[in-house]
Nanobody, 125 residues
Framework: QVQLVESGGGLVQAGDSLKLSCAVSEGFFSMLTVAWFRQAPGKEREFVAS????????YYTDSVKGRFTISRDGAKNTVYLQMNRLKPEDTAVYYC??????????????????WGKGTLITVSS
C-alpha cells in the first residue's frame, strides 16, 4: 500500500515559518490527491489543506488561508506544506494523507485511504 512519511516538525516561535515534507512511496504519485490534517491537544482531527491529483485545485481551512501553501514535487514523490506566520493555535500533530480519486474539500472531507504517522509542530508565544 501507499506509505507516507512526514518530516520537518519542531519547536518554533510565533511569526516564524516552517516547511513540512511528506515522502510518498507510490509510483502513481501524480494520480494521488494529497492533503494535510492536524490534531491539536484535546481536539479532534481537522482538515488543513489539500491538492488535487491534477494540481489544478487547492483547498484550505479558513484558519490557515493566506498563511499555508500545499504543493508537490512529482520528481521527488514529495508533498510539502509551507507554513508562514505561525501562531500558537497552529500547535498540533500534522498528518500527511492521500487518496486516489476525488478532491478533499473542506470543511469535512472524507475518503482518505492513506495516512502518515504524523509530525509535531509546537509554536511558542
Amino acid at each position: 500500500q501507499v506509505q507516507l512519511v512526514e518530516s520537518g516538525g519542531g519547536l518554533v516561535q510565533a511569526g516564524d515559518s516552517l516547511k513540512l515534507s511528506c515522502a510518498v512511496s507510490e509510483g502513481f504519485f501524480s494520480m494521488l490527491t494529497v492533503a494535510w490534517f492536524r490534531q491539536a491537544p484535546g481536539k479532534e482531527r481537522e482538515f488543513v489543506a489539500s491538492l488535487s491529483r491534477s494540481d489544478s485545485k487547492t483547498y484550505y481551512t479558513d484558519s490557515v488561508k493566506g498563511r499555508f501553501t500545499i504543493s508537490r514535487d512529482g520528481a521527488k514523490n514529495t508533498v510539502y506544506l509551507q507554513m508562514n506566520r505561525l501562531k500558537p493555535e497552529d500547535t498540533a500533530v500534522y498528518y500527511c494523507a492521500a487518496k486516489f480519486l476525488g478532491d478533499l474539500v473542506p470543511p469535512n472531507p472524507g475518503g482518505v485511504k492513506y495516512w502518515g504517522k504524523g509530525t509535531l509542530i509546537t509554536v511558542s508565544s
